[in-house]
C-alpha cells in the first residue's frame, strides 16, 4: 500500500535530498512547459541550472492567485488538454475562478496524500466515512472521496445540504468517521443532540477543514460528540485537501513535504522568515504534471517546526492558522472576496458602490448580509423595500458566490463612509 511507505518517515536529511532533486526537476519542467514561467525566470535572470540547493528557491519569483486569474482558464496549464483528466476551481478575487487541472498521476498522488491524513486521523478500511464536504467544483468533497477510497474505507458520498438526510445515514449505517467543515460538525452535533441520538452514535473521528477553527472549537466538538477530531488543510491551487494534517498529538498539521515544500516568509517583505516565526506559507508542488506553482502565495498566515513530533513522524508541521493576509473571507467554506460582492454589485444599475458585507454564525451556521446603498435617483416610494430588486441583487449575488445572502436595501447616504481604506466586512463570527 503506497500510503504506508510514508516518505514523511524519513529523516531530514533524506527530506532534503528528495526535496532538492524534485526541486530541480520541477523547475527545470515548468521552464520547457509553461511559458509564463519560462518568461518570469527570464526576466529575473534564472535559468533551470542555476537551482542547485533548496535555498536558492528564494531567487525563484512567486506565484500569485491573481497569475492565475490572468492566465485564466487554462493558460498556467504544463499539458495539453488530452493529458487533464479533471479540473477544479475555486473563487478569484474578482469575477473569474482560478482553474485548476490534474492529470491521472496528479489525482493518484492527491489520493495519496489524503489517504496519508486519514491514516493519520486513525480511519482505516475498518471505518465508514460520511463525506460532507461539497462535491462539485470545490476540491473538497472530490479529493476526501478519493483518499477515503485509497485507504479502503467505505465512502458515504454525502456531500453538502441535506442536514437530516446526514444524521439519519450516520445513525443507520452506524458511520464512524465524518469529513466536513468544523462548523457544519458543531451544527451536526446540535441536531443530534436536539434528537436526544449523540449516545446512539458509532462515530468515533472527524477530519475537519476548508476554514479557520481552533483548538477550543475542536474540543468543543471532541466533547460533544465524544470522538477524536482532526485538522486537515488544503487549497485547491495546489491541490485541494491533503496538504497537511495533524496527528493524534495535535501539535501543528504535518505537511506532506515529498509533494509541497513549504517555506514561510514575511508579508511585507517577501523575505524568508526563520523556523517558529509566523508568516505567510507559500508552497512550491514538487510533482504535479497538470498545475505545477513555484513558490504559490497561500496567503495563510502560520508558523513551521522542523523538530520531530512525538508521534515518530520527522515531516514540518505548520501550526494552526492564525488568519491570512488578504480579504478573503471563508462562508459556509466557500471562499468570497469583497472584491467578487463588488464586481457583481456593478451589474444592478440601481444601487452604489457603497455596501456592507456582514458575516455572522447563527448556530454554527455561517450567515451572510449584504447591505447596499441604492442610488438616490431610484430611491423613490416604487422602489423602498422593494422585493423584486432585492431578488435581483440576491441573484447577481448568487451567481458569482454560490452562495445566499440576505438582501438588505438601505438607504442613500446610510452607510458608513470611509477617509482612508473603506471597509466593507463586519465579520461577528467568534472562533472560540
Ligand atoms: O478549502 C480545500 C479543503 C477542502 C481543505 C476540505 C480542507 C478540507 P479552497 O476552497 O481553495 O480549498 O480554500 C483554501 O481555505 O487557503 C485556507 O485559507 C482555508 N483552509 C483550508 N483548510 C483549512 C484549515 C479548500 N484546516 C483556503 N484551517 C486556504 C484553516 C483552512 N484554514
Avoid at 69 to 93: C, E, K, M, W
Avoid at 102 to 129: F, G, P, Q
Avoid at 145 to 150: D, N
Avoid at 316 to 326: E, H, N, P, Q, T
Amino acid at each position: 500500500m503506497i500510503w504506508n511507505e510514508t516518505k514523511e518517515c524519513m529523516s531530514r536529511d533524506e527530506m532534503t535530498a528528495l526535496q532538492t532533486a524534485r526541486l530541480k526537476k520541477i523547475v527545470d519542467y515548468v521552464y520547457h512547459n509553461v511559458e509564463f514561467y519560462r518568461k518570469k525566470m527570464q526576466k529575473v535572470g534564472i535559468l533551470p541550472g542555476d537551482i542547485k540547493t533548496l535555498e536558492d528557491i528564494k531567487n525563484l519569483p512567486f506565484t500569485t492567485k491573481d497569475d492565475l486569474r490572468d492566465n485564466y482558464p487554462f493558460g498556467l496549464f504544463a499539458v495539453p488538454q488530452s493529458s487533464i483528466v479533471r479540473v477544479h476551481a475555486s473563487s478569484g478575487t474578482t469575477g473569474k475562478a482560478t482553474v485548476v487541472g490534474y492529470t491521472r498521476h496528479d489525482l493518484d498522488i492527491w489520493a495519496e496524500c489524503v489517504a496519508r491524513c486519514m491514516t493519520m486521523a486513525n480511519i482505516s478500511k475498518n471505518d465508514i466515512i460520511q463525506v460532507a464536504y461539497g462535491y462539485g467544483l470545490f476540491t473538497g468533497g472530490l479529493g476526501a472521496h478519493s483518499g477515503a477510497e485509497k485507504i479502503g474505507a467505505m465512502v458515504v458520498p454525502m456531500s453538502t445540504g441535506n442536514s437530516k438526510k446526514l444524521t439519519t445515514m450516520m445513525l443507520d449505517f452506524g458511520v464512524t468517521a465524518i469529513a466536513c467543515t468544523p462548523s457544519y460538525l458543531l451544527h451536526i452535533s446540535e441536531l443530534l443532540e436536539q434528537e436526544g441520538k449523540i449516545g446512539d452514535l458509532k462515530l468515533k473521528t472527524a477530519i475537519c477543514g476548508a476554514e479557520p477553527w481552533t483548538d477550543k472549537m475542536r474540543t468543543e466538538i471532541e466533547q460533544r460528540l465524544h470522538i477524536t477530531a482532526h485538522d486537515i488543510y488544503g487549497l485547491s491551487e495546489v491541490m485541494g485537501p491533503g496538504v497537511a494534517c495533524d496527528c493524534q498529538f495535535h501539535n501543528g498539521l504535518h505537511v506532506c513535504e515529498d509533494h509541497f515544500y513549504p517555506e514561510i516568509i514575511d508579508a511585507k517583505t517577501l523575505l524568508p522568515a526563520g523556523d517558529g516565526e509566523l508568516g505567510e506559507l507559500v508552497f512550491t508542488t514538487l510533482t504535479k504534471e497538470g498545475l505545477p506553482l513555484i513558490r504559490y502565495r497561500t496567503k495563510d498566515l502560520t508558523s513551521i517546526d522542523k523538530s520531530p513530533c512525538e508521534c515518530g513522524r520527522t515531516s514540518a508541521r505548520i501550526s494552526k492558522f492564525r488568519g491570512r493576509s488578504d480579504d478573503m473571507l471563508i462562508i459556509r467554506g466557500v471562499n468570497v472576496f469583497p472584491s467578487q460582492v463588488e464586481a457583481a454589485l456593478i451589474e444592478v444599475k440601481e444601487v452604489t458602490p457603497h455596501y456592507m458585507i456582514i458575516v455572522d454564525r447563527v448556530n454554527n451556521l455561517d450567515t451572510l448580509e449584504i447591505q447596499v446603498e441604492i442610488d438616490e435617483k431610484y430611491y423613490t416610494d416604487e422602489i423602498k423595500g422593494l422585493e423584486a430588486l432585492k431578488n435581483k441583487i440576491g441573484h447577481v449575488i448568487n451567481q458569482a458566490l454560490g452562495l445566499n445572502a440576505k438582501i438588505r436595501i438601505v438607504e442613500p447616504m446610510t452607510l458608513k463612509r470611509s477617509e482612508g481604506k473603506a471597509v466593507h466586512v463586519i465579520d461577528n463570527r467568534k472562533l472560540f
